[in-house]
């Protein structure tokens, strides 16, 4: 029994499944960086054919290796509320999935799909039926797109598929289908190298989401057939087959040049040898020196030893280059400059990129859809880990679960931070708001952590409002210690606190003394102040 065969029988004979693209072995071939018909050629020397491999630049990867690194680098996160972001960070860390998701990106815009799923692994079930949790853990994986065979498309997006991987002994099917309920069920089946159903199981989520979530570029097709109006995802890269040619014939040609135009010293066969007296001929060069060329006997009267240098055509090539590289970065919704061939390698722009850039809108583009696939996974990890394992999470609404991608290549990271800065030191923006934008903190999180480390400045800030009346002592204590448990207590101690201070100023006043301070008086007042300094102190420790 055949892949084919097994997911006919689970999906239904009369369902018409969708067609696999036909251009993604050839995608495939161009991330792989050899394509056969291309890089591997003849030519013809004016009396044989000589089989050639053409050298390869190697872009077609660089360019899918490049929109990963923009889109899911080390600096994107799944922001949460803080005890729920420590269980999903701990999930992550142990499935390894950020490497994964970088990984994924990469192959699904080289190959135009890929998928990521979440599985459960070492579930036990106890022998009176029920399920163990104790050993049970969620696993992430990545599945490229010559393991995926979608099954079912709505509205562009696809809500049923299956996955298949081989080995040298076994192929295992995954099926992911909706039952009746709207709950998915997944469908596993082990088949034996001569295809034999060894293994055959159904696992039921208990979710409305499918555990698997489809990655591919955010691109409208142009592969158009009678068949199909639409392929379900494209390559970034699948309209720029030609300036990959192009490309990989100039950087062939650019080492061809070096080869044909190094330095050659052609020597005769008179010049080559040398005779002895016993008859032998000793070589006077060495014969495995790329520099000398052995000539035929020498009778047209030419120097025994002539020198050929060629100059090399260095510059033209860099300009052709650059200019196919110029193209690749326009086909491949980077921008006209993104790649730069400076002799030696190929650079990517450093330079911030602007908002208003063609690479900006892209980006944005791009991340619609692997946000939307991040706030899902994310859902469906909390839920799996609630019915499954022994990870409990709270239930979160979605304006609680925040994507974060890197916005640092918009501007820079380090004058942005400096600018926002200042703007908390002039009282334009708050700390908390400062950490919840550099941070990645939720607004709960930011103000904790601001009444954690930034104690005593509050407390400065807000104790001469404090002693002018101001605000009040429950006003003062709802600012400065908002989580005390003993918030009363403190109240109380601060009325005392200023009801005192109030009556030496009322004092001082009545003895008419308001224009007149001599040393004495001074004195009392530092006193005062001191008084108040250790009135502080003690309420510091009373909370």
């Known amino acids: 029994m055949d892949v084919q ?65 923009l889109l899911m680098n080390e600096r994107c996160d799944i922001v949460l509320p803080d005890e729920e972001k420590e269980k999903l960070d701990e999930i992550l860390y142990k499935t390894n999935f950020w490497q994964k998701a970088n990984d994924g990106i990469e192959k699904s815009f080289a190959l135009g799909l890929g998928a990521l799923i979440v599985n459960v692994k070492d579930l036990g079930i106890s022998e009176s039926g029920r399920v163990s949790k104790d050993k049970a853990q969620l696993t992430i994986d990545f599945i490229n797109e010559t393991k995926l065979f979608p099954i079912t498309i709505e509205n562009k997006e696809v809500t049923e598929c299956a996955f298949v991987s081989k080995n040298s002994h076994s192929t ?26 060894e293994q055959q199981y159904t696992f039921e989520t208990k979710s409305e989401i499918p555990w698997f979530f489809i990655l591919r570029p955010n691109l409208s097709s142009n592969f158009i ?149 991040l706030r899902k996974m994310t859902k469906v990890i909390m839920k799996a880990s609630n019915d499954f394992t022994n990870i409990q999470f709270k239930e979160l609404e979605d304006s609680e679960i925040r994507i974060q991608f890197d916005d640092s290549i918009f501007e820079d990271r380090n004058a942005e931070m400096s600018r926002d800065r200042l703007d908390v030191q002039a009282g334009i923006m708050s700390i908390p708001e400062y950490r919840e934008k550099w941070y990645g903190e939720d607004e709960e999180t930011a103000k904790e952590k601001y009444q954690e480390h930034f104690l005593y400045n509050i407390i400065n800030n807000y104790i001469n409002a404090l002693a002018s009346g101001a605000i009040t002592p429950e006003q003062y204590v709802e600012i400065a210690f908002p989580n005390a448990g003993n918030k009363q207590e403190i109240i109380e101690y601060i009325e005392k606190f200023v009801s005192k201070q109030e009556a030496d100023v009322q004092d001082f006043l009545y003895e008419g003394n308001e224009g007149e301070r001599d040393a004495v008086q001074i004195d009392e007042e530092l006193q005062a102040e001191n008084q108040a300094e250790e009135s502080q102190e003690e309420i510091e420790e009373i909370v």
């Open 5 to 69: 065969t097994i997911i006919r029988e689970i999906v239904g004979i009369d369902k018409q499944l969708p067609a696999k693209s036909i251009f993604a072995k050839d995608w495939l071939s161009w991330y792989r960086g050899k394509v056969w018909g291309f890089h591997n050629y003849k030519i013809y020397n004016g009396t044989n054919y000589l089989e050639l491999e053409r050298k390869c630049l190697g872009m077609p990867k660089y360019v899918a290796e490049s929109w990963a690194n």
């Open 172 to 197: 295992n099917i995954v099926v992911h289908m909706r039952g009746e309920d709207g709950l998915y069920l997944i469908h596993n089946y082990v088949l034996n190298d001569k295809e034999k159903v």
């Open 225 to 373: 057939t009678e068949i199909s109006d639409e392929e379900i995802g494209i390559s970034i890269y699948s309209n720029a087959l030609d300036t990959f040619m192009a490309i990989d014939n100039k950087y062939d040609g650019f080492d061809l040049e070096y080869v044909l135009g190094r330095k050659r010293i052609f020597v005769s066969t008179e010049a080559w040898t040398i005779d002895k007296t016993n008859g032998n001929a000793n070589r006077t060069f060495d014969p495995y020196d790329q520099l000398y060329y052995h000539l035929p006997d020498n009778e047209d009267g030419k120097p025994l030893i002539t020198e050929q240098s060629n100059e090399l055509r260095y510059d033209a090539y860099v300009r052709g280059l650059n200019t196919e590289l110029s193209y690749l970065s326009m086909k491949c919704g980077l921008g006209e400059n993104f790649f730069k061939f400076d002799g030696s390698a190929v650079a990517t722009a450093t330079q911030v990129i602007s908002e208003n850039s063609t690479l900006f809108r892209n980006i944005k583009k791009h991340e619609i859809l692997i946000e939307d696939v």
